[in-house]
Each structure stands twice: as C-alpha cells, then as structure tokens.
DNA sequence: CCTATATATGCTCATAGTAAGCACAATTAT
DNA sequence: ATAATTGTGCTTACTATGAGCATATATAGG
C-alpha cells in the first residue's frame, strides 16, 4: 500500500461528471435550471455530463459543451464550486457503477437569456429550499417543523454528541440568541440531511423511517436526484456571499433596470428584506451604477430612473460588492 | 456526439490526484510542506497521491491518508481548494500519459506540530510567491522588475487585447492608482505565467525564450513540479481571505501566545504590517480571545500576557475572523 | 545606577460607514 | 379627490476604523 504508484487498472472505475447550478433571477424570483426527469418516478436534476479527457481541454470547457448540448444555453459567468466525491453519492454505485466524482460550478445568467426548453425547466430555487427565504419574515416551516424535529434529533443522544448537535444547529439556524447567517446553506441542508428530514435522506439510506418523518420531508422541500440537493445547496450558498464581495449580481440583471428592480434581485438571492434607503445610498457610493438618463416604464407608482451597471468600479475599489444592509432577523 | 451516454472505455484515461497545501506558522515565517524531489534536476512539489475509489470514502478521507503515508503528519484543518483539469497541466501526458485531475486542499498545521522528515522539508511561502511579502513595504522586486516587464508584456500587443492586459494588470497589482488587493494571489501568478516570468512558463510551453527572460525568472520565485505552483497560489489567496471573516488563524496557534504573536502569524499570512494597537482593539472587540492570566517568557521588553482562543465566539458572532486593520501600502 | 531600546498596553480623536426612519414627490387605481 | 404605490433626499444616532500620543515594564550595556 505504502507510496503505490498510480494503477491505471485500479483508478479506471472513477468517472468524473461536471454539474452546473445555473441561476437567474426573473420576475424578483431566483430560477434555477433543472433538467426534467424522463420518467414522473424519477426526480429532476441539474444539468450535467460526463468529462471528456479528449475532447475537453479544461473543465469549465467540458461543462460549457455539455450545457450548450443539453439546454441550447451559451453560459456566460461560470465559477466553480466544490468537488463531491463521497462514497455512493449516486445510488448506482452500489449496483457495483463505477465510483462518481462530481465537479460542481455555478452559473449565472441574465434574465433576457432565459427560455424555456423540452428538456429543462426554471424552478424556483426555494422550491428546494423552502426555510431559506425570509423575504416576508422568518419562513413559518422553521418555528413549526424545522426547529422542533431538530431539537428532537438532538435529544436522541446523551453527552457530548448532544452538545456537537446543539452546536450544530446553533450556528446554522441561528438558535438561542445567535444570529441566522444567510451563506450556511449547506450548512443547513446538511442537518435537515442527517436528521432525516429531507427525502433524500432516507431514499440515500434505504430505511424505512416512521411516517410522520414522512409528512414531514413533504414539507421541506422538493427532492432531487442523486445528491444534486447538496450542489445546489452549495451553490446558494456560495451565490450570497460573493454578491457581498463581487459585482456578480449583475450578472443577472439585463443591461438597465431601476435600483428597485436591483434590490428586488438582491433580495431574491440574499433570502431578506432590505432597507431600500439605504440600499439605494450604498449603491450610489460604491459607484456601482450610473444613471442613463432615461426613465422606466411605470410599474405602479412614481416613474423611477434607469440605471447600468458601471464595469469600471473594478478597477477603483478592492471589493465592489452588494454589502447588504440587510435588516435584523426577527424570529 | 450529442448526448452521449457516459461511456467508461473512454473515461478510463482519467487520473485523479488529490493534493495538499500544508501551511504551518513558524518563527512568524509562513511554511508551507514540499516533498522533497527524487533527484537534484528535478522540481519540488506538494505532498499527492492518487485517488482510490474503493479504499477511500470520501476525497478528503484520501487526502488524510496520503498526507500521513507521505509525511507522518495527521491533518487537521482541511479544505478543498479547486479541481484542477486543464490539458497538459502534467507534462506527462504530452507522451501519452491519463489525463490528470487534481483536487487540490488546504490544510493547517500548529506550529507545535511540525517536525521535518527524511521526504519532506518546510518552506517558506514567499520563496515561491517573493512579490507577494509586503511586510517591509512593498517588495522592491515589483518595480525593479515585475512592473516594467508586464508593462513590455502588455505593449506587445495593440488594440483591446491590449487593454485587456493593461486592465488585469491593474486589477492585480493596483497599479495606476488601484489599490493592492492581498487576496489576488492567483492572478498575480497567472499573470506573471502568462507574460513568460516564471520558469513554469517557459518549460511547460517547451519553448526557448530570450536569455534575460530567463534571468528574470530566477528571481521570481523558486519554481514546483507541474502546476503545484498555480495550486500553491490558490491556496495562499484562500487562506489571506478566509483569515478575514473565520477564526482559522488560530489553527496556526499553540494553545497559549501572546497578542504580538498572533499578529506577527496574521501579518506573515496576510503579507502586510497591522497597527498593532488597533489589531488588539479589534481581536479583543470581537472576542476572539480571553487572558490565560500568565505572562509570556520574556523576549526583549515588557513581558505580555498570554492569550488563548475563545472557542465560543463562532456561536456569538457571524463572520469572527481577523478584519485585518492593514496599513495603506505606500508604493 | 543610568540609559537606550524594545515590547506591552491604555487612551484619544477625527472620520467614515451603517441602521433606522422622517418627509416629500410623482405616478396609477378607484 | 383620495388612497395606494413607488421613488428620492435628508437627518440623526451609533459604531467601526485609521492614526497616533502617552506611559508601563522589561532587557542589554556602559
């Protein structure tokens, strides 16, 4: 065992697929892309495909090549996410498949760009992930199910165990006084996982669990093949923090829109409501936008300006970024 | 070509390598683990070993267990980085060789830990990256080289591929009046590959190049085997980041040190000089540490009190972390 | 002992950024 | 006309940050 070298033979059952969560942001709601289950039995997933080692000269290559196939869509920002390898990650695995490793990227696009196709469909991403949108307050699923199933699963157990799981869910939920982070998505999912909350986790395991755990995985979510949840847990996650720190935001915006229609992007992503003053006032002083002069078609109230987004600000400051200045949590 | 089922015969000629970016903090210098090549011609590299799909269950179990094989170390903090996938990234396949996927990890190490080994020895950081240490001011080699050479690089060109030289060049060196932002490692290095600087460049592209290019290149950092140079700079990128917003510095630290020693290990990482009495304020401020009440052996003035890291801070604060109060840099 | 030097620690002050909200303007729906 | 909706300017209190002054306590060397 000891420094083998590489065996071809033995490494030959890997298989590596690329996975894109591609996201856009239509009518204030944040879209993602899922490709429609060949059968009403199976479970949606996103867009993925095999690396080719011949044919694709880089990953984001490959992944560009297999979403441009599957969905007829020419992805423009593109960054990868995490790599996910563990064991039986595919359930096929265990028919003795080779072992699945996943490269899983995030891709934004505009929402001029988005059309439906045969094979894919935009969903809603808190769809999947329905106790991550606080945009009218904390989700109800978290005070009525959520919270109670986990502090039950903490309490299976004694010890030190029970404290790593108060810990646990401490930090991602934001219980007993601390503060709900809106990036720990995984986080999150990764604990409705282990509690048996989501259905995948009791499909992963292939136990039969008790039936009002049952109803209860109704509500948290649509479930989605393989371990596609996680990527797009993962992707969430990664997607609200670096619209702090990066202009990524508009990357989902078409070229003008009102700073209405700016926050209201931001805050389909970010979860949460924000403080439209201030929000207006943080945008102005970072210089991420300027005004083109023209006025928007009205939408209700006091025609409002159009703005674009100005590309320079990446060359003035350090971090441009949306730093939300997202309002206090009321649980 | 269109949706082609997976097919395993052509994905055999896949290897996936996982790969580790070692960092330990010794002396307020910044190490990082190399193994030590097989003969004097060869280049250093990081600690790797190829993936194995039916002993290990997850990347980072693979991981731990290469590193201990190689090295004795048992990991602690780990973190995956990147999936590293471009063609050719091994000049091995240039003959034929698998194509060679590497999932490159994070890992920190206490400076109690690290002991040196018949394989490996421990290195310090800027000896790969020397423009990247600004802790005496800006490194003299940027303008007495670095800079005048992108320049010569980016005038080569016309047009707006030009101007796409001039604006990365810009972005990662904050020149023209743009400011140095300590996280751009990566494209730093790139830049520098790009423009024919590190000796990377020119033996990956087996071409000759102009005898003072060469010259050049010796000063620009020690040159690594393959592109564990480019994994290298992303792992130093995503530790200056990640050292900002969670407490992961404090996985460098012995249980006890004094304040002027964590700062020395933030500024070696970060690669800057703090204001010392405002990075107290700070760590203290967000609570990061309590008093041990013992006073430090003395090292050449008033002796300092010992502190240790409040494990507690991750439930009381969002993003703990050191928000480095860095100096402006006077270029 | 005295002095230079190095580190440790407490404190101030000016400035910038942030959260929250008041006030008012310009439009549409009823 | 009036209510409802959206846009926009401005204030106010508070907090965080960058920079630096002042002083405390040690060591090293004459």
């Known amino acids: 065992m000891k420094s083998a070298p590489p065996e071809p033979a033995r490494l030959s059952g890997i298989v590596v697929e690329l996975s894109a969560a591609i996201a856009a942001v239509t009518d204030e709601s944040p879209k993602i892309l899922m490709v429609r ?5 199976a479970r949606a997933g996103l867009p993925c495909g095999p690396f080719d080692p011949t044919g694709h000269r880089t990953l984001e290559e490959g992944l560009r090549t297999w979403v ?8 423009g920002y593109v960054e990868q996410l995490y790599t996910f390898g ?5 359930p096929e695995e265990r028919a003795g498949g080779p072992r699945p490793l996943s490269v899983g990227y995030l891709a934004l696009l505009r929402q001029t760009e988005v059309k439906s196709s045969a094979k894919a469909d935009w969903v809603d991403f808190y769809r999947y992930f329905p106790w991550e949108d606080g945009r009218k307050g904390a989700p109800a699923i978290l005070d009525s199910l959520i919270l109670p199933r986990l502090a039950a ?4 157990t004694k010890g030190p165990e029970k404290q790593r799981r108060r810990d646990r ?3 991602a939920f934001g219980t007993e006084g601390a503060s709900w982070d809106n990036e720990r998505v995984l986080e999150r999912y990764e604990l409705l996982y282990e ?3 989501v259905f995948e986790a009791s499909f992963d395991s292939g136990q039969k669990v008790e039936p009002n755990l049952v109803a209860a995985q109704m509500v948290t979510g649509a479930a989605l093949t393989k371990d596609h949840r996680r990527i797009l847990a993962t992707a969430l996650g990664r997607l609200r923090a670096k619209i702090k720190y990066r202009p990524v935001i508009f990357e989902l915006m078409p070229p003008t829109f009102t700073l209405f229609q700016l926050q209201r992007a ?18 102005a002083n970072e210089g991420l936008v300027e005004p083109t002069g023209h006025m928007s078609a009205q939408t209700g109230g006091r025609p409002a300006e159009l703005f674009r987004f100005r590309r320079e600000v990446v060359h003035e400051r350090p971090a441009p970024g949306v730093r939300l200045p997202v309002r206090v949590r009321k649980s």
Chains 1, 2 share one sequence.
């Open 169 to 171: 869910i401490l930090l």
């Open 68 to 75: 441009n196939e599957q969905t007829g869509l020419a992805l």
């Open 86 to 90: 563990n064991k039986f990650r595919d």
């Open 153 to 156: 699963w903490r309490d299976e």
């Open 37 to 41: 289950p060949p059968d009403t039995a």
């Open 195 to 197: 509690a048996g909350l």
């Open 266 to 283: 931001v805050e389909a992503l970010a979860g949460g409501p924000l403080h439209k003053q201030n929000f207006r006032r943080l945008v």
